[in-house]
């Protein structure tokens, strides 16, 4: 079954939150290294991507962009930004999808235009 670019961008989303709480336990425990979900918009993966807690900082700065596990790239709905052996990091190019988790972004200081 298709999904459509809302419930994609929802589950992103969602997963995003998600990492946001482990981000905050990983500084917390004064980690080098957060052990993340994937920020695919599969509602069913549940596997994981280990990344170092400034480089995952540098992908919330802008609300567009999502770390994912390789191979786990949706597409024409977004385009990769930069990869490496452990995750992929994406940014959505899909206007629908980019509105919307630029929406629901945890950190409305990180807003782009």
Do not use: W
Request: glycine share 4%; aromatic share 6%; charged share 30%.
């Amino acid at each position: 079954m298709e999904r459509t670019p809302e419930q994609i961008a929802r589950t992103e989303a969602l997963f995003r939150n998600v990492n946001e709480e482990i981000s905050d336990a990983s500084v917390r425990f004064d980690a080098d290294v957060g052990e993340f979900v994937c920020e695919c918009g599969d509602p069913s993966c549940t596997e994981h991507v280990e990344v170092p807690l400034e480089e995952y900082e540098a992908v919330r700065e802008d609300p567009t962009r999502f770390v994912v596990r390789p191979g786990h790239v949706m597409g024409p709905v977004e385009r990769v930004v930069s990869r490496n052996r452990h995750y992929t990091v994406i940014q959505k190019v899909d206007r629908v999808i980019a509105s919307i988790v630029k929406r629901l972004n945890p950190r409305p200081e990180n807003q782009l235009s």
